[in-house]
């Protein structure tokens, strides 16, 4: 039965936003540097960023080594299942579109209350990639500039990119699951805490099953389903995630830097995330391209080198950290992507800077 009581981790506020329930946590640094926000993946909660449990080491999350930097981490929890219950099991129908949204307000909400800069630094792991443009969207309408996206192994919202699971079934409160997944999911945090983090438990298997993880609104996962509020059944819906994704809406797109594992029991994102996100970053270029005047570019002797920045950039983007799916958990993990993200934003502001010169 599920206690009456959330167990919240210290910081954590269990709140609404956007008509949904949300869980967050902001871990505080220097206001004048960008926020890292922070979105996790399918079937897990944010606190895999921060931590939180009894007998947790903070240098084991990324909170903890984004702080040394004078960076602040936002890290946002969408409406999950769970037990015990953490947030109330109310919103199955919960789409891309509502999480950018939620997401993009709880941003907001946080930055005036603290007096923040409104440039952020977005994060997002796994599932968490589908939320990009619409996160950037609805942040833009607020006056949120978000100046650099980094993938933390993630999926982008375009169709197809992963094949629904053998097994997806709804829970009695209408979120989704899939046969495995959690123990596939415990494996490899056990692995992470053999192979990359000295042999030293980062969450031990039953508070990480516990605390750490929950069932999904269905719509997130681009497994081409949805939930259908009359039937309280899911129903075949081949593009709804899709368009909620808003992929082609590149004006919306930020930079992009990619950081992931090299696990072979991460092999779709080790082999693909490279290729994958610097598609989707060459499409959000080349839509500034054209919105200037090619021939004055071409006429100013610019062209050649505009094809070289666009060519080089998907070496200059991907990063590789040892570990799997998780190679962000233990402190060499949650160290060295913390210094990924820190120096690829200085990276980035260079870039900008250069290849708004070719293009003025």
């Not at 956007?18 to 926000?37: E, H, I, M, S």
Request: glycine share 8%.
């Amino acid at each position: 039965m599920a206690e009456s009581t959330p167990k919240l981790y210290a910081g954590e506020q269990l709140d609404e936003a956007a008509g949904f329930p949300t869980l967050y946590n902001y871990l505080p640094a220097g206001p004048q540097k960008p926020l890292v926000v922070f979105i996790p993946g399918a079937e897990h909660n944010a606190r895999v960023a921060y931590g939180g449990h009894e007998g947790y080491q903070q240098k084991d999350f990324l909170a903890h080594w984004l702080n040394s930097h004078g960076h602040g981490l936002l890290a946002i929890s969408y409406p999950i299942e769970s037990e015990p219950e953490i947030m109330p099991a109310t919103a199955p129908h919960f789409r891309i579109r509502d999480w950018g949204k939620q997401a993009a307000e709880v941003t907001h909400r946080i930055i005036e209350k603290h007096g923040l800069s409104k440039q952020v630094v977005l994060v997002a792991w796994s599932m968490g990639g589908r939320i990009v443009i619409p996160y950037c969207a609805h942040a833009h309408s607020l006056g949120i500039e978000v100046a650099l996206f980094v993938s933390f192994a993630a999926t982008p919202g375009i169709h197809g990119a992963k094949a629904p699971p053998p097994g997806a079934s709804s829970t009695a409160a209408g979120y989704a699951t899939a046969k495995g997944f959690y123990k596939m999911f415990a494996r490899q945090v056990q692995d992470q805490n053999e192979q990359w983090n000295n042999g030293r438990i980062i969450v031990p298997e039953d508070i990480y099953l516990r605390e750490y993880t929950g069932y999904t609104p269905v719509s997130l996962r681009g497994w081409n389903y949805r939930y259908d509020a009359e039937s309280r059944h899911f129903v075949e819906d081949c593009w709804t995630s899709t368009e909620d994704a808003i992929v082609h809406e590149a004006e919306y797109c930020p930079m992009i830097a990619t950081a992931g594992g090299t696990s072979p029991l991460d092999a779709r994102h080790v082999i693909t995330d490279q290729a994958t996100w610097s598609f989707v970053l060459t499409r959000k270029l080349m839509h500034d391209i054209e919105s200037h005047d090619v021939a004055k570019i071409v006429e100013k002797g610019n062209w050649n080198k505009l094809i070289e920045m666009v060519h080089s950039l998907p070496s200059q983007i991907s990063y590789s950290i040892p570990g799997n799916h998780f190679f962000f958990m233990g402190e060499p993990g949650a160290r060295k992507s913390a210094e990924v993200i820190v120096d690829h934003l200085e990276k980035v502001n260079k870039f900008k800077r250069e290849f708004e010169a070719l293009l003025s």
